[in-house]
């Protein structure tokens, strides 16, 4: 299975990026993992959020792998603890899905045409996080369900 993360602009504070990149790196001991970065939109004075949201949408569309089994993080979306996790991406595995990207929105979020297009959404929590700490929390519960799906300790 390849796994890849989808997500729009450059993760702006040094630490975040910092921590993103260690998990990364440490995903990919167990699974490929490619990053896919979208170019952000330039918010301006007044920015218009439906048009920023629908213009990200596009690339992110155009930016994944055909056939992928899509999962968008929406506030709205399911819940899962961190085993449910390792258990859903080995499900998909099993069922012989090759390519599984996860989606992370930008600071408006996805649009709603996107989020109808994905095969799953999928909640974080249901606190609001910036989507750059939203990466790094994505990045360290993919790990975490690596380390589960290989009986590995990191998990307890």
């Known amino acids: 299975m390849r796994l890849s993360f989808l997500w729009t602009g450059k993760t702006k504070d ?3 990026d910092t ?3 260690k998990y990364v790196k440490n995903i990919r001991h167990y699974i490929s993992l490619e990053i896919i970065q979208i170019r952000g939109t330039r918010l301006g004075r007044k920015p218009d959020p439906e048009q920023i949201r629908t213009k990200e949408a596009a ?3 155009k930016a994944m792998p055909r056939a992928a089994f899509v999962i968008a993080l929406d506030v ?3 819940k899962l603890d961190s085993p449910g996790l390792a ?3 080995s499900n998909l595995e099993s069922r ?3 390519d599984v990207v996860m989606v992370t929105g930008g600071p408006f979020g996805l649009s709603e045409d996107l989020l109808k297009k994905v095969d799953l ?3 974080l929590s249901p606190m609001t996080f910036t989507h750059d700490m939203s990466r790094l929390i994505l990045a360290e519960q ?7 799906r290989a009986g590995e300790p990191y998990h307890h």
Request: include cysteine.
């Open 96 to 98: 012989g899905i090759r």
């Open 59 to 61: 690339a992110m569309i």
């Open 87 to 89: 258990d859903l991406l």
């Open 76 to 78: 709205k979306g399911r």
């Open 121 to 123: 959404r999928l909640s």
């Open 19 to 21: 921590g993103i990149k």
């Open 142 to 148: 993919v790990y975490r369900a690596c380390t589960i």
């Open 14 to 16: 040094s630490w975040l």
